[in-house]
């Protein structure tokens, strides 16, 4: 029997119109938002609506061997849900129920569900879902769970993980686990919810999640602070972050203040080496948080400090932050990347960024969760042009070398996907390696779900 009918068979398994090979629709599935130009073509696409299309898929595949790539929303700038030539890309995007429980303060949410609707739906009842990658109005929920998504508030509420009471996951021979459940505290047997949060597609698919929600916190109070000096923003955050827990604390760097001002011109001042953004949402507490910051932004040379408690300029406030993306995409192609160092190497880093940007001839600007000491270095070039690409790809490379020559990681929130998968051998404990080699091979022994990501 031969792959083509060998497909048929599956598609008779699965819902009306789940399965495609129509060669115009696999050309839209074989890249993510890494646009791998090397990106595979895939056999097939399944737009799974049930438990059971998934179920059917990966029975299929792990019969015959076949790779199997699952995919929420296609937003991994990582290569996570990159395409693999004469693989199977398991689609998500047509599983998107959302209900809420408000008595339990529970989301139960299927995987295709963007993450902007969950928190939509959560605000109805008056409650909140926080983890908020900057993605959050694109990508899926159960692609965050994937790769355990974090994002400028989870300085105060913690990432994706934190949120994950349990889920569904139907395992690469079809067998459906139910891990977790709808309490916080219930730990029955090893904590398996959490080793399926963040594990890229490698050990599992997942079909529905059950999420913690909170009460909705009240109006954010908003501060921006610019500073001659790099050194000197990331001093004040760091005195910041010792004394309380804002909701959010970016900064910026000279760079990306630049090319903010270039899209939004809301005069900011392109002078600065730093601009520093914080929020707090603490309510009663907010004007003295907002008090303490600027005391601290004031101390450490701040040129300039404005706060605002109006949640409409507040917005505005916040708006370089993500005015870079939107910048660049109007010139050609953004790569968002991260890294993380101790915060006090922050200068160095940042400043060895724009050193490497001018070396290799390629635009990079820089901007940081300052808490969380994580830094998206965002490199920008013009479409079709192969060696700005090369250029940026020479610069992201050394960018890597920095982070890790200052103590750092090269693999924070973005996950590791296809990309950063070759840099985990030399950065994990051999012991860990052979640990993560096992868990894979016990749980997807033909080595079928997302092969090429991930495990080291
Ligand atoms: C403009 C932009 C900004 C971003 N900002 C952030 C940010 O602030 N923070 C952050 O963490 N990330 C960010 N990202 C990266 C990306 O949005 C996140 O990694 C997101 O969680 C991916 O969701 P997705 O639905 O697009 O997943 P995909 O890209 O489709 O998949 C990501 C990974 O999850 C796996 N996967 C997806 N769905 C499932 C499932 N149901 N079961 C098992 N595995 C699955 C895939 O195999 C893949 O390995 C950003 C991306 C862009 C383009």
Redesign the pocket.
Known sequence: MDTVDDLDLLTQRLSPGAMTTDPDLLQSYRQ??SFDPAAGTPVAVVRASTASDVQETLCFADSRSISV?????????VG??TAIDGAITLS?ERMRSIRIDASSRTAIVE?GALTNDVKAAAAKEGLYYPPD???FEI??I???A??N???PCCVKYGVTSDYILGMTVVLADGSIAELGGDRIKDTPGLSLTKLFVGS??TL???TELTLRLIPQPPTPHTLVAFFPLMSEAVTAARDITNRTRPSELEILDNAAIKVAEEFLRMELDTDAGALLIGRSDAGNAAEAEMELMRTHCEKRGASAVFVTDDHHEGELFIRPRYAV?EAFEQKGVVI?DDVAVPIDKLPELTDGIADIANRNNTTVVSYTHAADELTHPVLNYPVADEAAAASAAAARREIYDLARALGGTVTT???V?QHKRGNLSNALDPVVVKLNRAIKNAVDPNNIL?PR?LIP
């Open positions: 993510d938002w790539v699952p995919r929420g929303a296609g937003t991994s700038v996570g849900s998500l995987p990658p900057s993605s990508c899926s159960g692609g965050n994937a790769t998504a974090g994002g890229e597609g599992g698919v997942i993306y968002g929130e973005y996950g996907g997302n990501v």
